[in-house]
């Protein structure tokens, strides 16, 4: 089988599109993949690294001023133009795009060429891009009730985010965890605000963990660009900060997540049942976080403070309420695991292979 994979922009786009291949290529180890992005963002780095051959467009968003627009609309020409070529030469069984607005020119030619085609939407609010192709796509794979609204229906089927069966199948690094400091007795909090974090949480967050139970240890990671903000919590030893960490290596000794509302976390959390505190980043399009931790909090998943309400008092009751108290924390756990989909990344691939059965069969 060979699978043309389109995706870009952002991790919450680039991770599932990495996570479902690489289940792809574990199942058929003959399987070829491409990948086709932007040639200016993060996917043109990420991807290569990862081994994959990767094809690049040129693109941007139709947003911004009329120039900037009608600019955009003829870089997505020439992209398509180029993304047939690419296609023809690769031939294909299947085009499966995860979102950014490099995904509709693939996505379109793919169509154009008679190609199996299926996208991939992560958020509750259905992105621009796949709004663009919906009608031309053969198969259309969500994560949220909501998209059903959007998307036609005859054509889309719920089946959840890949990421979710990687956290689910993940197992723990004793070596890697060791060297975090913490202690396996003590329940476990991880914080994250996004891998790039967020220096105005950094500075509530200090006075939000004090007087905490030390029953309680946060491994608080504070993000590449704030590494500075280390030494906000010296003298406090039940908070042990770090810049980055590596999650899957680590969640099976992790108790409850503060953390942001991205599509790809909230499928990790869900799949794994870790209680939450969620603060959507406000900072993204059609507040889609909001929309994403609200699917949780309306079904008692997880608890959502909004950032506008974000302060140390706000935290710091929300910590209380949710991480220590026994009873709240096994009820929203168990809620949490009846929204989750572990067997996202393998009933993606069975309908995958569905589709391309019957695109075959006309």
């Not at 958020?123 to 192709?133: D, F, T």
């Not at 993940?170 to 914080?191: F, N, Q, S, V």
């Amino acid at each position: 089988m060979k699978i043309a994979c389109v995706t870009g922009g952002t991790g919450g786009h680039i991770y599932p599109a990495l996570a479902l291949m690489e289940l792809f290529k574990e199942k058929d180890p003959s399987c070829e993949i491409l990948f086709i992005g932007n040639d200016d963002r993060m996917e043109a780095q990420l991807i290569p690294e990862k081994g994959y051959p990767f094809a690049s467009l040129h693109t941007s968003g139709l947003v911004g001023s009329p120039i900037r627009k009608m600019k955009a609309v003829g870089q997505l020409f020439f992209a398509y133009q180029k993304s047939k070529k690419i296609l023809k030469s690769f031939q294909p069984d299947l085009v499966i795009g995860f979102g950014g607005y490099v995904s509709a020119p693939v996505i379109l030619a793919g169509h154009a060429l008679g190609i199996c085609t299926v996208i991939h939407e992560q958020n509750s609010i259905v992105g621009k891009s796949n709004k663009l192709v919906m009608k031309k796509v053969d198969r259309i794979i969500t994560c949220y009730e909501k998209c059903a609204d959007v998307f036609p229906k005859e054509k889309t089927v719920l089946l959840g985010n890949p990421r979710a069966t990687i956290a689910k199948e993940a197992k723990l690094d004793r070596a890697y965890y060791d060297t975090l400091g913490l202690d396996p007795t003590k329940k476990t909090i991880l914080i994250m605000m996004g891998s790039l974090g967020s220096s105005s949480v950094n500075q509530l967050m200090k006075d939000a963990l004090k007087g905490v139970t030390e029953d309680l240890q946060f491994l608080y990671v504070c993000g590449k660009d704030n590494l500075k903000d280390v030494a906000l919590f010296d003298g406090m030893d039940h908070v042990h900060v770090v810049g980055y960490v590596d999650t899957l290596k680590i969640y099976e000794k992790i108790d409850g997540m503060i953390c942001r509302a991205g599509a790809t976390t909230l499928a990790e959390v869900t799949a794994l049942g870790l209680p939450s505190i969620l603060i959507p980043s406000p900072y993204v399009a059609n507040n889609h976080q909001f929309y994403n931790a609200s699917v949780l909090v309306d079904q008692g998943a997880a608890l959502m403070i909004e950032e506008k309400d974000l302060n140390a008092d706000s935290l710091h009751e929300a910590i209380v309420e949710l991480f220590l108290d026994e009873q709240k924390m096994a009820q929203v756990c168990e809620n949490a695991l009846q929204l989750g989909k572990p067997n996202a990344a393998y009933d993606i691939i069975e309908e995958c292979q569905r589709c391309i059965q019957r695109k075959r069969g006309k």
